[in-house]
């Protein structure tokens, strides 16, 4: 606390820097928060699209939060108290901060919020496994279920991502898509669209997942996202369905192709176990072997070697994985080719 007292002293319009609150909220840090607050930050300033609210209960946004400690909870309760508005969107995808505490897991920040007044209605509901809510919300407007949350959510997400125990998302999920809810419907996040089957698959929710694929949700889209989670269980599941995994894509690319570009080894190893192609080539060309030539991971190389690649494939600079590997000066995987 003195060395913010004494960087708030040294420049006071810092303080309205969106970051700056931000990271004190999710840290639950309250006398910096509180500090900064005195001195004009914004409680509901956004920071790569996230509000304070939303970062002290999102603090991981890719995987399930700990059970919050008695600092978080009071933190949310001084920011519930002196202006964040539950009401605003944030996070990615864009949500309401009901529906994220939904997606992190955690009674006591939705009990929290309900008590400082944030509006449970069917979006919210939805994500609270409220069925009853859900189904009087579709009989007094039918069109709900193809509708839209202010952040873009549908109320169809909203129920396949909730991570809340003992709650009744299975029935809610069930209601919308008999009324007629889309489970291919895109909504944006970082960089990409997802569908109902990502926050599934998020959620570890398999009865969710085999819901989603029995109703009509992309198998090939849904495997792209149970595999870059390691649910293998899942992608077995969407496999069933009529998953191909040679035209799964994931950030534009092949998925294979994907997946060796981050390094991912034991999915890329579940891929070609399965029988995927390391032959299927992105826009510029390169195939899964280019792509392990690139980035110099032996492993992988070999993998997609063992698994058949054809290593006379040409890009369309005319390079065959050899010639990559030659060209990043990577020998050792340039002798595995050789």
Known sequence: MPAIRAAVEAD??????????????????????????????????????YRPLHNLMQTDPHSVAGKPGPERLVCLEWLLAHGAN???TGAWPAARALIVAAFVGEPEYVDRLRAAGARVDGFTGAALGDAKLVKKTLAARPEFARERDSGALTALQCAAGSRLPKIDALRVATLLLDAGADPNAQTRTWGSTVDAAYFASGAKD????????????DATVAIGHAVWRKRYDLAERALAHGAELDRATANGKPLLNDLIRWGQIPQTLWMLAHGASPDISDANGWTAAHQAASRGNARLLQAVIAAGADLTRRDKSNSTPLDLARTLKRDELAALMG
Do not use: S, Y
Not at 206 to 217: P, V
């Open 12 to 49: 006071p319009a810092a303080v309205k820097i969106p970051r700056m609150i931000g990271t004190a909220a999710g840290r639950a840090l309250l006398p910096a928060v509180k500090l900064l607050h005195k001195h004009g930050a914004d409680l509901n300033a956004v920071w790569r699209n």
């Open 86 to 88: 539950p009401e605003l």
């Open 206 to 217: 398999a009865a969710m997942f085999e819901l989603l694929l029995e109703r009509g949700a």
